[in-house]
Structures are given as structure tokens and as C-alpha cells.
């Protein structure tokens, strides 16, 4: 406390005046959520005219590519700059390569082009992973039981680069090879893609809070074993800003930690460490448990939903992946 030495004391020094009027508390607010802070996540999925509630996760759905416009029109129209794609992949299209991922006429890639040419200022963002194509579950080539990193590079940059082809504006790779960033840039670039950027899941944590997304896409039957072998043990943090410094000299143009509210600590280190664009999931897990207890009765959402998103917000994000993004939206619209 040494540095508030000369700031004064009680009684002269209350801080509650600043505190007592609306117009105060506004004037002096530290941070600020808008919508443009929020990334709305959308699952996609074949059929036609579907719209499949998502049992683990209580207010979201799998919406098939017929009901993409009038579905994702919702984030337009609240003034939303970006949503993320992920595919639900029919059973049948998975392998132990995940070739659907480089499938130019995948569920991604059919996405971005009806997306784009209904919104075309509309920010997409692909997910650079072999997950939701293998039939292992894991993000990488699988070879005698262990994820090999080389060779699911060579994959990773081509689904990055059809991906960027079709209209994907911001490739987020969130497979945690190690060198896929440097990868990635170099195949984009090779393919005169240099203005696509890269979003890099810098520090993503094996974490248990993923659980209700995996349910959402179909993968927790498929996944053979665990991620541990590349995603990051959650009791390390001084390797996280190593992974961070990895991913910026690659060429990533900005960063994510995953998850958020359990690595807010994350999310500061970086941003303070790096002073580059910073952004944080609020996965599925965290949106479920909140929405549990909103459901039952138990939180009030006009209060929660905005003070969780504000939580990354002092940590220092330039934005959030949320699944509250269109309810948060309509809040802040609310005032």
C-alpha cells in the first residue's frame, strides 16, 4: 500500500463519493462492455430446416445450413462484429485422418460462403482443428496411440487455407500443436491469403470445463483417451506466456486464453506481458453452470450475465467468446 501513501486518509478521503450517483459510477467506470466486445459461437450442422436444442447447454442449438441466416441474423441485428463456426460432423464423414477437414465443400466451408454473401460485414471465425473430423476425437493425427505433431501440421494448413477461401475472415487454431501458427502463415501466405488472420488459442488449458461443448458436437463418445499430451496442465502459468511469445513470433495476430473465467490470472499475464489484442472462451461449461442456476432460480440474470462478461474486460480482453453474446447484447441495449 505503500504507493496510496500520499493519497490521503479517512475521514478527509471517502471513496463512496464517487460512488453515490448513476452519473458518477458512469464517469468513472475503469472498464467498459459493449457489444462489440462479443463473439457470438454458432454450431452448424447438415439437414435441412433443423434447429436441435443442445441438451448440456440450455438455450443453444445445432441449426442446419437452411436456418443459418435467420439464425446468425440475430447477432447482426444486435450489432454483434463476429461469430465463430463449429461443425457437428455426421458420423459417417469422420476417420482417423479427419479428411472432411480439408473438405472444400464442408459444413465450415458452406457456411462462410452462404454467411458472406448475406453479411458480408460480418466477421467469421473458423476453428483450426482435426477434432470435430477425426474419429478418435483428438485434434491431431493419431499414430500408434499418440497425437503426432509434425504430420497434423501439414493437415492443420491446409484446412486452414480452405477455410480462408471460402470467406472465413479470422482462422482460430485451437489444436495446440506445437509451430501451427508458423505453419499456418506460410501456407496462407503461399496462397496469396496474407490478410487472413490468425487468432491463436495461445493458452488452452486441458480443462474439464469443456465438457457440455463436446456433448454439442457429438465428440465426448469419440474421444480415445485424453489431451493432456498438448493442451496445457492447468497448474502452469509462467508456460503459458511462453506459449503467447511462441505464437507471436509464428506471426498470430492476436491471442485467446481458454478457458476464461477460471484463468482471468492467465488473461492478465498475457495482456500485461504483451500489450497485444487479448481474448478469452467463456466455454461451455462456464455458460452452462450459470445458466443452470439462472434457470433455477437462484441468479438473476440481469445482473450476472453482464458482471461475468466485465470480469475479462478488467483482465484485459479485447473481446469474448460467449454463448450469453445475443442475451448480453440485448441487455446492454437495454441499458
Not at 435467420?70 to 461443425?87: Q, S, T
Not at 472444400?104 to 473458423?126: D, E, M, T, W, Y
Not at 496445457?232 to 509464428?250: F, I, K, T
Amino acid at each position: 500500500m505503500t504507493q496510496f501513501a500520499n493519497l490521503g486518509t479517512y475521514p478527509a478521503v471517502r471513496l463512496r463519493r464517487n460512488r453515490a450517483d448513476d452519473w458518477t459510477r458512469r464517469l468513472v467506470a475503469e472498464n467498459t462492455l459493449t457489444t462489440d466486445d462479443l463473439i457470438w459461437p454458432v454450431f452448424i450442422k447438415e439437414g435441412f430446416g433443423t434447429r436441435e436444442p443442445v441438451d448440456a447447454m440450455p438455450g443453444q442449438c445445432r441449426v442446419s445450413l437452411a436456418e443459418l441466416v435467420d439464425h446468425v441474423g440475430r447477432a447482426v441485428d444486435a450489432g454483434i462484429p463476429a461469430i465463430a463456426l463449429f461443425p457437428v460432423t455426421a458420423a459417417e464423414r469422420k476417420d482417423r485422418e479427419g479428411s472432411e477437414a480439408t473438405n472444400p465443400h464442408n459444413l465450415v466451408c458452406q457456411a462462410a460462403r452462404i454467411l458472406k454473401a448475406s453479411f458480408p460485414a460480418l466477421g467469421l471465425i473458423g476453428d483450426v482443428a482435426l477434432d470435430p473430423y477425426t474419429d478418435h476425437g483428438h485434434d491431431g493425427v493419431l499414430r500408434n496411440g499418440l497425437v503426432v505433431n509434425d504430420e497434423s501440421l501439414e493437415i492443420l494448413a491446409r484446412q486452414a487455407v480452405i477455410q480462408a477461401q471460402a470467406g472465413i475472415d479470422t482462422l482460430a487454431p485451437s489444436d495446440m500443436m506445437d509451430g501451427r501458427i508458423g505453419a499456418l502463415r506460410s501456407a496462407l501466405d503461399a496462397a496469396g491469403l496474407t490478410n487472413v488472420r490468425l487468432m491463436s488459442y495461445a493458452a488452452k488449458y486441458a480443462s474439464g470445463f469443456y465438457g457440455p461443448f463436446r456433448d454439442a458436437l457429438g465428440s465426448s463418445g469419440t474421444l480415445k483417451g485424453d489431451k493432456r499430451t498438448y493442451q496445457m496442465d492447468p497448474a502452469n502459468s509462467d508456460e503459458a506466456l511462453r506459449e503467447v511469445a511462441l505464437d507471436l513470433q509464428e506471426g498470430a495476430d492476436m491471442v485467446m486464453v481458454k478457458p476464461g473465467m477460471p484463468y482471468l490470472d492467465i488473461i492478465q499475464r498475457v495482456k500485461a506481458t504483451f500489450a497485444v489484442p487479448t481474448f478469452a472462451y467463456q466455454v461451455s461449461g462456464e455458460y452452462s453452470m450459470i445458466r443452470a442456476a439462472i434457470d433455477n432460480g437462484w441468479l438473476d440474470p440481469d445482473k450476472v450475465i453482464l458482471e461475468s462478461l466485465m470480469a475479462f474486460k478488467r483482465a484485459g480482453c479485447s473481446g469474448i467468446f460467449s454463448y450469453f453474446a445475443i442475451e448480453a447484447a440485448e441487455r446492454l441495449k437495454r441499458g
